[in-house]
C-alpha cells in the first residue's frame, strides 16, 4: 500500500519569506510520480508542481521547488518570497501503478 | 475549453435517499476518478476509470456505485444516504496514469441530514 504522511497540518509565513512544507511517502514500486497540489478557500485543486522519481534533479516552478531525497522517501516543498495569494492547503500526492493517493494536508497562512 | 464540470455545487440529502453526483470532461481524458474530501482530511479515491465500460473499486467504494458509458461522462451514484457520506465530493480527469496530472472539478458539497 502507498501512503503520504504530511507532518505539520499548519504553517504560518511573513510575506516575502520562505517555508517549507514538509511531506514522507512510502511506496514498494520502482518508479512512481509525486506531486504537490494546492487548494485555496475557493476549494479547487491546483497542481503546484510534480516531480518523477527517476529524476534526480529537483523540480522547479517559478518560486515553487522540492527537495526530493528518494533514499528518505522524503519530498518537501519550498516557497520562496511568500505571497497572500499562497494562503491555501497544500497537499502532497503519490502515484505509483495506483491512482492519486493524497496527505492530509497542511494549512499555509500567509502574515501581512 | 470548460475541463472538467460537476453538478450540483451543492446538495443536501434526508437519509435514505439517493442522488447521482454528474461529472463530464471535453479533454478527451481516459482516465477519470472520484474522490471524496472529509474536513481536516485529503482526499480518497472512491472509484476510478481507465476507459469507456471499466470501472474500479478505490479505498472508499461502500454505498457508492459508477459508470462509464462514455469517455466523456463519468457518474457517481449514492444509494440510501448515511450521514457518513457527508463530505465534498471531486471528480477529476487525466490523460494517463503516470504523470499526467488530475485536472479537478470545482467540487459538490453534499450533506446528508
Known amino acids: 500500500a502507498q501512503t503520504v504522511t504530511q507532518s505539520q497540518p499548519e504553517m504560518s509565513v511573513q510575506e516575502a519569506e520562505t517555508v517549507t512544507l514538509s511531506c514522507t511517502y512510502d511506496?514498494?514500486?520502482?518508479?512512481?510520480?509525486l506531486f504537490w497540489y494546492k487548494q485555496p478557500p475557493s476549494r479547487q485543486m491546483i497542481l503546484v508542481i510534480r516531480q518523477e522519481a527517476y529524476k534526480q534533479q529537483n523540480a522547479t516552478e517559478n518560486r515553487f521547488s522540492v527537495n526530493f531525497q528518494k533514499a528518505a522517501k522524503s519530498f518537501s516543498l519550498k516557497i520562496s518570497d511568500s505571497q497572500l495569494g499562497d494562503a491555501a492547503m497544500y497537499f502532497c500526492a503519490l502515484r505509483g501503478n495506483t491512482p492519486l493517493v493524497f496527505g492530509k494536508g497542511t494549512r499555509l497562512s500567509v502574515i501581512a | 475549453n470548460a475541463g472538467v464540470t460537476q453538478t450540483p455545487k451543492f446538495r443536501i440529502l434526508k437519509i435514505g435517499q439517493s442522488m447521482t453526483l454528474q461529472c463530464t470532461q471535453d479533454?478527451?481524458?481516459?482516465?477519470m476518478y472520484w474522490y471524496r474530501q472529509d474536513p481536516g482530511m485529503g482526499l480518497k479515491l472512491i472509484y476510478y476509470s481507465v476507459g469507456a465500460g471499466i470501472t474500479d473499486k478505490g479505498e472508499v467504494p461502500n454505498g457508492y456505485n459508477v459508470s462509464r458509458s462514455t469517455t466523456e461522462d463519468f457518474p457517481l451514484r449514492l444509494e440510501l444516504a448515511a450521514p457518513s457520506q457527508t463530505s465534498v465530493y471531486f471528480c477529476a480527469s487525466s490523460y494517463s496514469g503516470d504523470n499526467s496530472p488530475l485536472h479537478f472539478g470545482n467540487g459538490t458539497r453534499l450533506t446528508v441530514t
Open positions: 479533454m478527451n481524458h481516459n482516465y
Open positions: 511506496t514498494s514500486e520502482s518508479d512512481y510520480y
